[in-house]
């Protein structure tokens, strides 16, 4: 049988949410910020569990790099984003001597911070943890997943992008004979890539590699039992700041499409934003600081879709 949780620890919060992708360079950082954001502007009260151990970018994000975390009968005490205390932040970016200091750690090192941090961080009550995960499915994955079962609901959010499209032609006759000619993909990639307005599975022989990797994600969610709140496509096109014409530079509807093929409900897409990158370079509030951003509106849409998932009698 589960110990059950200890004051002090996470016995104070109510629901859990795990943000993973498959590959690295999604956004999962700034997902996992914007969405702890987002909630705390319903009237939540959010941690932030940043367990990118070697690219810890959240403080950065919140402005709040350089604070140093404190000791209490109960263990770490959280750094506080705002003076109303309703964001709390934990990560190895307070425990650096250095911000450009390099963690160079094996997995049991890792594993063991992952396991204090849930251990002995004094989180007090939260409506909302959400947890930033680096990339891949590895043992910090494990760990944190094995960690942080015993208590509440646990969650995942899954993290995508419209990534370049890679191309798997059938071999043709000059391929299986390399003396029967010079063979180019070229002109069908480019083709492809530049004309496809339509969902990255439906073009003929094309695969998005980034939801490739995140169907792997999506496979490692289901072998450890871990319940997939839903996918979020982030960097889905680039909005003009002066026409507002969205355009598609990486392609469009790779992560809807993979939503509806593997079942999972898909949240919203995420534009690429030049406020949102502000935003988070500076450490400012987006609702705040820039509340005309095209990527507001749609990370507020996920927000309320994650709390119209909670039942009422839990929210």
Request: net charge neutral; glycine share 10%.
């Amino acid at each position: 049988m589960e110990a059950a949780a200890e004051p002090g620890n996470l016995a104070g919060v109510r629901h859990i949410i795990l943000v993973l992708s498959g590959k690295g360079g999604v956004g999962k950082s700034t997902i996992s910020t914007e969405l702890a954001l987002a909630l705390r502007h319903t009237g939540k009260k959010v941690g932030l569990l940043d367990v990118d151990l070697c690219g810890p970018s959240i403080p950065r994000m919140l402005r709040v790099q350089g604070r140093a975390v404190h000791q209490c009968d109960r263990g770490w005490l959280p750094v506080f984003v705002d003076q109303e205390q309703g964001i709390s932040l934990m990560s190895v970016g307070f425990l650096l001597e250095k911000p450009d200091e390099a963690v160079v750690w094996r997995g049991p090192k890792k594993n063991a911070l992952i396991k204090q941090f849930v251990s002995d961080v004094a989180w007090g009550p939260l409506d909302y943890l959400v947890v930033d995960t680096p990339p891949g499915t590895s043992d910090e994955h494990m760990a944190a997943v094995d960690a942080l079962r015993p208590y509440g609901p646990l969650g995942a959010l899954v993290v995508t992008t419209p990534q370049v499209l890679r191309e798997r032609p059938p071999a043709s006759p000059a391929a299986r004979h390399p003396g029967a000619g010079p063979v180019s993909i070229f002109p069908p990639l480019v083709a492809a890539f530049w004309g496809a307005q339509r969902p990255v599975s439906s073009v003929p022989g094309l695969q998005a590699v980034s939801v490739g990797d995140v169907r792997r994600e999506l496979t490692f969610c289901r072998k450890v039992g871990l319940r997939v709140i839903g996918l979020v496509e982030n960097m889905s096109g680039f909005v003009c700041p002066h026409c507002a014409e969205c355009t598609h530079v990486f392609s469009r509807g790779g992560g809807e499409e993979l939503a509806r093929h593997t079942g999972v409900p898909f949240l919203g897409s995420v534009p690429l934003d030049p406020e949102l990158a502000r935003s988070l370079e500076e450490g400012r509030d987006l609702a705040r600081g820039f509340p005309d951003s095209p990527a507001f509106p749609v990370l507020s849409s996920i927000a309320q879709r994650i709390l119209d998932e909670t039942p009422v009698g839990l929210r």
